[in-house]
């Protein structure tokens, strides 16, 4: 069967920076909760990182792919440097994929760790840009498919194809 990392927040958990959740409803997740398909991990808090905590975001109108190359930084809105939490939640979703054996994610978008089809400008004014987090960016360079949160139709289907392949 397979697995599907996801992140804490989308299942309930209280674990963003402003300490609130944002749970996702679709009856795909609760079929993969009775599958025991679901891998439930937040990135920042597996790297130490407090909730609440100040908003983060990646200076520069850069990505995910330039945090992980060295070429930009994680910032908090208070100028606190965070690229080493965020590399380090990075590796620790990917760690955690390779071991449970995840071929596929499914995290939260606009976040400096999660995002995968946007983040915020780091500019702290509310403006997106197309990319990914930290994280999503480290998952898809090691070959695990990233989904959002508006694309679990998306991840359904895949995920019927992939294992109607295996059937075979």
């Keep these: 069967m ?9 299942m309930g958990h ?4 402003d300490g609130q959740a944002k749970p996702l409803s679709h009856p795909a997740i609760a079929r993969w909760i009775e599958e025991g398909r679901l891998v ?5 808090m597996s790297a130490g990182m407090p ?11 850069a990505t995910g792919e330039d ?8 910032a908090e809105i208070t100028g606190g440097d965070v690229t ?15 071991k449970t ?3 596929y994610a499914l995290l939260i978008d606009g976040s400096p760790s999660c995002g995968s089809s946007f983040v915020y400008d780091g500019t702290f004014s509310g403006h997106r ?7 999503a960016a480290l998952l898809k360079q090691a070959g695990i498919a990233v989904y959002c949160d508006r694309e679990v139709e998306q991840l359904v289907a895949r995920l019927a194809a992939d294992e109607a392949d295996h059937a075979d």
């Design 2 to 10: 397979n697995k599907i990392l996801v992140s804490a927040c989308l």
């Design 14 to 17: 209280a674990v963003r920076y």
């Design 40 to 44: 439930i991990i937040c990135p920042e």
């Design 51 to 61: 909730v609440p905590r100040p908003p983060a975001e990646i200076e520069g109108g």
């Design 67 to 74: 945090v992980l190359a060295g070429r930009a930084r994680v």
């Design 84 to 98: 080493e939490e965020f590399l380090q939640a990075a590796e620790n979703a990917l760690a955690l994929a390779t």
């Design 101 to 103: 054996g995840c071929r």
């Design 129 to 135: 840009q197309a990319g990914n987090g930290v994280t």
